[in-house]
């Protein structure tokens, strides 16, 4: 079982930057996360990918060059740091995890997650 649970999200203007933080507890060193995101009316988009263990990292196009994550491995924590920050960037995002590993072509697919957190939302104002 893996237990996430999200911080850091607010109010920022166009431009500005935030860091999400993904704490988790349970099984994380079999794990791989991803972030998500879900504005008002859309479908779940994914963010971002990492694994627990190596390096390996992936963005959508729509962030690539603008977002990054990171790991504290001794606060079992995974951010998201996010910059040059849009409008379109404004929803609530969720952390998310995969204990089994999963191949590059689906880490988009949010049925393919079991464990997810409660959300936070990003709300960047023009």
């Known amino acids: 079982q893996v237990q996430l649970v999200e911080s850091g999200g607010g109010l920022v203007q166009v431009g500005g930057s935030l860091r999400l933080s993904c704490e988790a507890s349970?099984?994380?060193?079999?794990?791989?996360m991803a972030w998500f995101r879900q504005a008002p009316g859309k479908e779940r988009e994914f963010v971002a990918y990492?694994?627990?263990?190596?390096?390996?990292?992936y963005f959508s196009d729509s962030v690539k060059g603008r977002f990054s994550v990171s790991k504290d491995y001794a606060k079992n924590t995974v951010y998201l740091q996010m910059n040059s920050l849009k409008p379109e960037d404004t929803a609530v995002y969720y952390c998310?995890?995969?204990?089994?590993?999963?191949?590059?072509?689906?880490?988009?697919?949010?049925?393919?997650?079991?464990?997810w957190g409660q959300g936070t939302q990003v709300t960047v104002s023009s």
């Open positions: 349970g099984r994380t060193r079999e794990t791989v």
């Open positions: 990492v694994a627990w263990s190596g390096g390996n990292t």
């Open positions: 998310a995890a995969r204990i089994r590993r999963i191949v590059l072509s689906e880490i988009r697919r949010p049925e393919n997650y079991g464990y």
